[in-house]
């Protein structure tokens, strides 16, 4: 088995690294498990320092049904020895993102993150894959698994990429199944006799949609083949019931698990259930023994009930009661009474209190309405309205029974997103002695368990609502887990000493919007004043997170811990744009000379420049364009800038000149275009003007064989854009980068004041002598000169009639 499941492995890990294949070869030698499936491994990926979600490592596995033991293995490396070793945060979760609080952990009051069921391990990136990090979980959920992993935060150097080494983190997986085959069906309704062949033997029940509770009886346990060593050895050491994954026995704590004798039985009750899941029992015992087993159910129909009819039945008793002034239960008993003949036994108010602290003996069923799903086409931009004649979200109450509504939560689809319940109670014709509380209970996977006078068991979420001061509520959830999810609502209504009354004549309502969005605030501002809200594409995850600025973290932006001051950080946008205005004595000077496609082209860098770090700098609020456009511009044009200066520099025949810029235009926007980061893309131009100014030199000076020294400025320009450079390449961080790139904007405009050429006494071109015969016949001559052209006319005797 293993030699198979490693000759299947290999084919996967085929394409990885060096440094991760060759430690998943030998990871997956060591590792023994009884069961094995086709390992799912994950080529690296690259890690980087947490500053916003963007920045986290995501992968995606399935476990398949019937696992033992999920093992995921975790390689953390970095490409050269002499980098920093950094912690490593790696975080699982079944079903969605995880939520990962690092630097982001201030939440809305209305956001819920009390449980996050996420599992956090660290590492340590290596050089070498020395050591790796085993995360063993027994009895997973199957389905998608997810799992985050990111860096510490540390102030990293801004480094153009191709100069110098820069370190290059990554982290690679691989996670290996332990499954369980053939476990044995235990039918629902049928008695069996089941026989153990394991000292850990499983069972699966399926527990289909509308079951409201089910009992499993274990009975009538005898030993097959008897251990004579102990006599008092029990029939069942330990077994338990688990839904949807496998349960274990923990043998370091056997007594919290249920025992049985040859003369005992018990009854396992799961008054609410998954639906539509498998449950699991688990029997441990030392010898082979049989037993008997029954499963029962009580079921609930699923009834899309018209809202309609509900409303049609509130209508006939508010007339009714009017008349009449009957109690509202009363007026009720008739129709829940007729809905009973077609159907199980409905909820009971005033029996669900009696019997509900224990909740094993509480059948009763209530009436639930599925929500419809309508999917808009923008992502994340999902609405579940009740279905009527025209789609609506309002429900009418009454305080005799509760309603449920149900929605579903697709896996991949909506679990980027952030689930959104916003409900609004609207009160009509309540008597002013009289007052409504209406309490919501929300939970996934499982119909919610009630308490006493509105309250909610468990771990289900609240919500409330009172006539009295709190008409509205909202709840969000980010990165909601895949499943249905149920809401139980029920309307209470109390007198002025605050004891519970049944409500008088009075339509009570709510509208219950609930729909899936992409960040946790408004449509408008998702992420408020201080942050977007940035759509993450991997492969086929999709998911919305808060990209913030200015300091803010939080999931909406609001944690203000690590916020800067207003002024600070304004004066920083500021610096950064104010300091090109360096650039204007350059501009004043190309205009003075007459070099006025070099002045152009400065005030083109300027103009970019600011309006690209204003745009950077407060997060998108000052973009006259897109990001990208303005960044395309201002490094085109701070590269076109150094390139007209060369060949300025140069002096070349004004014949030349065009041709020149024009090469230098399709050369740095091939470059530009190409990886605007990339140092190849600033040094190709770079080089290639450098070879203009230095061949016309070497030119000349073979030409006039006199070595003409360069003049003092241009050395000084040289060591103005020498030190930008410096700065620029190797002292610029993330957290000076403020400063210290405004003054490379300063010291690369004052190298330009230097290295400008002075202005021409007489210009390069060709020079044109016109002569006029005294004949009448004139005679063109042409010679190259750098003198201005000579105009001559002659008589016949050879005097100069006119020069100019």
């Known amino acids: 088995m293993i030699s198979t499941c490693f000759s299947m492995f290999l084919e996967i890990q085929y394409s990885m690294s060096r440094h991760f294949s060759v430690f998943l070869n030998v990871l997956f030698i060591l590792f023994q498990m009884n069961h094995c499936t086709i390992p799912q491994a994950s080529q690296e990926d690259l890690l980087h320092s947490f500053k916003s979600y963007s920045d986290v490592a995501m992968f995606h596995y399935t476990v398949p049904k019937n696992v033992f033991r999920a093992t995921w293995h975790f390689a953390a490396f970095m490409d050269d020895p002499t980098c920093q070793p950094r912690k490593?945060?790696?975080?699982?979760?079944?079903?969605?993102?995880?939520?990962?609080?690092?630097?982001?952990?201030?939440?809305?009051?209305?956001?819920?993150?009390?449980?996050?069921?996420?599992?956090?391990?660290?590492?340590?990136?290596?050089?070498?894959?020395?050591?790796?990090?085993?995360?063993?979980?027994?009895?997973?959920?199957?389905?998608?698994?997810?799992?985050?992993?990111?860096?510490?935060?540390?102030?990293?150097?801004?480094?153009?990429?191709?100069?110098?080494?820069?370190?290059?983190?990554?982290?690679?997986?691989?996670?290996?199944?332990?499954?369980?085959?053939?476990?044995?069906?235990?039918?629902?309704g049928c008695q069996m006799t089941l026989q153990t062949s394991t000292t850990t033997t499983y069972y699966k029940i399926y527990i289909p949609s509308g079951v409201w509770s089910f009992r499993l009886s274990v009975w009538n346990c005898n030993f097959l083949l008897h251990n004579l060593q102990d006599v008092h050895e029990l029939c069942i050491e330990a077994m338990s019931l688990k839904g949807r994954a496998l349960p274990i026995f923990n043998h370091?704590?056997?007594?919290?698990?249920?025992?049985?004798?040859?003369?005992?039985?018990?009854?396992?009750?799961?008054?609410?259930?998954?639906?539509?899941?498998?449950?699991?029992?688990?029997?441990?015992?030392?010898?082979?023994?049989?037993?008997?087993?029954?499963?029962?159910?009580?079921?609930?129909?699923?009834?899309?009930?018209?809202?309609?009819?509900?409303?049609?039945?509130?209508?006939?008793?508010?007339?009714?009661?009017?008349?009449?002034?009957?109690?509202?239960?009363?007026?009720?008993?008739?129709?829940?009474?007729?809905?009973?003949?077609?159907?199980?036994?409905?909820?009971?108010?005033?029996?669900?209190?009696?019997?509900?602290?224990?909740?094993?003996?509480?059948?009763?069923?209530?009436?639930?309405?599925?929500?419809?799903?309508?999917?808009?086409?923008?992502?994340?931009?999902?609405?579940?309205?009740?279905?009527?004649?025209?789609?609506?979200?309002?429900?009418?109450?009454?305080?005799?029974?509760?309603?449920?509504?149900?929605?579903?939560?697709?896996?991949?689809?909506?679990?980027?997103?952030?689930?959104?319940?916003?409900?609004?109670?609207?009160?009509?014709?309540?008597?002013?002695?009289?007052?409504?509380?209406?309490?919501?209970?929300?939970?996934?996977?499982?119909?919610?368990?009630?308490?006493?006078?509105?309250?909610?068991?468990?771990?289900?979420?609240?919500?409330?609502?009172?006539?009295?001061?709190?008409?509205?509520?909202?709840?969000?959830?980010?990165?909601?887990?895949?499943?249905?999810?149920?809401?139980?609502?029920?309307?209470?209504?109390?007198?002025?000493n605050g004891k519970p009354v049944h409500c008088q004549y009075g339509k009570v309502s709510i509208l219950m919007n609930i729909r899936i969005k992409k960040c946790v605030l408004s449509d408008q501002s998702p992420c408020g004043n201080h942050g977007v809200c940035q759509e993450i594409q991997k492969n086929i995850l999709h998911y919305a997170t808060c990209n913030c600025f200015k300091g803010y973290t939080g999931w909406d932006c609001t944690d203000i811990s690590n916020t800067i001051t207003a002024i600070s950080s304004f004066m920083s946008a500021m610096l950064l744009i104010l300091s090109n205005a360096f650039f204007i004595p350059a501009i004043c000077i190309a205009i003075k000379r007459k070099l006025y496609a070099e002045g152009l082209v400065y005030l083109a860098t300027m103009l970019f420049s600011s309006l690209y770090h204003a745009c950077d700098q407060n997060g998108g609020q000052f973009c006259i364009a897109k990001y990208e456009v303005l960044q395309y511009n201002d490094f085109f044009s701070s590269i076109l800038a150094f390139w007209v200066t060369l060949v300025a520099m140069a002096e070349l025949p004004i014949d030349f000149v065009p041709l020149c810029h024009m090469t230098g235009v399709f050369v740095i926007t091939f470059g530009v275009q190409v990886d605007r980061m990339c140092l190849i893309s600033i040094l190709a131009p770079l080089s290639m003007g450098i070879v203009i100014p230095i061949f016309t030199y070497i030119y000349r000076i073979v030409k006039s064989k006199k070595c003409k020294k360069p003049s003092r400025k241009i050395l000084l320009g040289l060591l103005f854009a020498i030190a930008g450079l410096l700065l620029y390449s190797f002292i610029e961080t993330e957290e000076n980068y403020q400063y210290v790139h405004s003054v490379w904007h300063i010291v690369m405009a004052m190298s330009l004041i230097f290295l400008l050429p002075p202005a021409r006494s007489k210009q390069t071109t060709s020079s044109r002598n016109i002569f006029v015969t005294n004949d009448g016949e004139s005679s063109w001559s042409y010679k190259e000169s750098y003198e201005i052209p000579t105009f001559t006319i002659t008589d016949q005797e050879n005097q100069t009639i006119l020069s100019s």
């Open 88 to 188: 490593v945060y790696i975080h699982l979760k079944v079903g969605s993102y995880p939520i990962i609080t690092t630097n982001n952990g201030i939440f809305l009051s209305s956001v819920y993150n009390k449980h996050d069921d996420s599992i956090i391990v660290t590492t340590t990136t290596t050089y070498q894959s020395k050591n790796a990090t085993i995360v063993p979980i027994y009895g997973p959920q199957s389905g998608d698994w997810f799992v985050a992993a990111y860096m510490s935060y540390w102030d990293e150097r801004v480094q153009q990429q191709g100069l110098g080494h820069k370190c290059r983190y990554s982290i690679g997986t691989v996670a290996l199944w332990s499954q369980i085959d053939n476990i044995e069906n235990i039918c629902i």
């Open 252 to 496: 370091l704590y056997p007594m919290k698990s249920k025992y049985l004798t040859t003369n005992a039985s018990y009854t396992f009750t799961e008054s609410s259930p998954y639906e539509d899941s498998y449950y699991y029992l688990l029997v441990v015992s030392k010898s082979v023994i049989e037993f008997s087993v029954k499963v029962d159910i009580l079921g609930c129909p699923i009834r899309l009930t018209d809202i309609s009819s509900t409303r049609k039945y509130i209508d006939t008793f508010l007339s009714f009661n009017s008349v009449t002034e009957s109690n509202t239960k009363d007026v009720l008993k008739y129709e829940w009474s007729y809905e009973e003949n077609n159907a199980s036994r409905f909820y009971n108010r005033s029996k669900f209190y009696q019997k509900n602290e224990e909740y094993e003996t509480d059948n009763e069923c209530i009436q639930r309405y599925q929500l419809v799903r309508v999917k808009h086409m923008e992502t994340f931009s999902t609405v579940y309205l009740l279905q009527r004649k025209e789609l609506n979200s309002q429900l009418i109450l009454t305080d005799s029974v509760p309603i449920m509504t149900q929605f579903d939560i697709l896996p991949i689809i909506d679990i980027g997103g952030t689930l959104d319940i916003d409900v609004h109670l609207e009160v009509e014709k309540l008597p002013s002695a009289q007052s409504v509380l209406v309490t919501m209970c929300i939970q996934r996977g499982r119909i919610p368990k009630l308490g006493k006078l509105h309250s909610c068991q468990n771990e289900t979420l609240s919500m409330n609502l009172s006539s009295l001061n709190k008409h509205d509520t909202n709840l969000l959830i980010v990165y909601p887990q895949p499943d249905t999810w149920y809401i139980i609502i029920y309307a209470t209504c109390y007198n002025r």
